[in-house]
T-cell receptor
Framework: GAVVSQHPSRVICKSGTSVKIECRSL??????MFWYRQFPKQSLMLMAT?????????EQGVEKDKFLINHASLTLSTLTVTSAHPEDSSFYIC??????????????FGPGTRLLVL | GQNIDQPTEMTATEGAIVQINCTYQ??????LFWYQQHAGEAPTFLSY????GLEEKGRFSSFLSRSKGYSYLLLKELQMKDSASYLC?????????FGTGTQLKVEL
């Protein structure tokens, strides 16, 4: 499967600051990456689809000016939470497509970033 | 719209077999995925079904019925380390829609 890394794994910040999360594809070039958010005991919710060299596609209800996504290269996508507030505290996970055996395709997830906004 | 239903919690005994069910409604369906997620960690891919029938992979098997919008994950010879949340996800277009996960607790 695909190998995805995320940095940082954990971040604590003050309300009003901005936080950047990096997602790297380590074993192949990813034209598309996905950003999810997961609140405690809830499911993963897709926030946006990050497209290399073009604008991200945001899901309904996700503020694109608050969650800035940049996919400047085939191996790196970044999510910046601008002016973070306590309600933004969550587990942020990126993923990329990969092969699951044969020609089957699935998504492989990075280790996630736990954000706590005080 | 997209809708995924699976039980919230299940408990089973070490060495036993457990079946986790999932029903789904999704447009542009292109596959049913199962992921395992331990607390505080990201999901790891377990299985993928796009055709009807049973796919077996070691102690884990996954079944799909497209006409019924139904899938299950079967775990055999349960081990304590299998205690985790199991997420059912339906693929539609280029997206995955996740259920809320089934928290499985394996007891001695």
């Amino acid at each position: 499967g695909a190998v995805v890394s995320q940095h940082p794994s954990r971040v604590i910040c003050k309300s009003g600051t901005s936080v950047k999360i990096e997602c790297r594809s380590l074993d192949f070039q990813a034209t598309t990456m996905f950003w999810y958010r997961q609140f405690p005991k809830q499911s993963l919710m897709l926030m946006a689809t990050s497209n290399e060299g073009s604008k991200a596609t945001y899901e309904q209800g996700v503020e694109k000016d608050k969650f800035l996504i940049n996919h400047a290269s085939l191996t790196l996508s970044t999510l910046t939470v601008t002016s973070a507030h306590p309600e933004d505290s969550s587990f942020y996970i990126c993923s990329q497509r990969g092969l699951a055996g044969g020609l089957r395709e699935t998504q492989y997830f990075g280790p996630g970033t736990r954000l706590l906004v005080l | 719209g997209q809708n995924i239903d699976q039980p919230t919690e299940m408990t089973a005994t070490e060495g036993a077999i457990v079946q986790i069910n999932c029903t789904y409604q999704t447009s542009g369906f292109n596959g049913l995925f199962w992921y395992q997620q331990h607390a505080g960690e990201a999901p790891t891919f377990l299985s993928y079904n796009v055709l009807d029938g049973l796919e077996e992979k070691g102690r884990f098997s996954s079944f799909l019925s497209r006409s019924k919008g139904y899938s299950y994950l079967l775990l055999k010879e349960l081990q304590m380390k299998d205690s985790a949340s199991y997420l059912c996800a339906a693929g539609g277009g280029n997206k995955l829609t996740f259920g809320t996960g089934t928290q499985l607790k394996v007891e001695l």
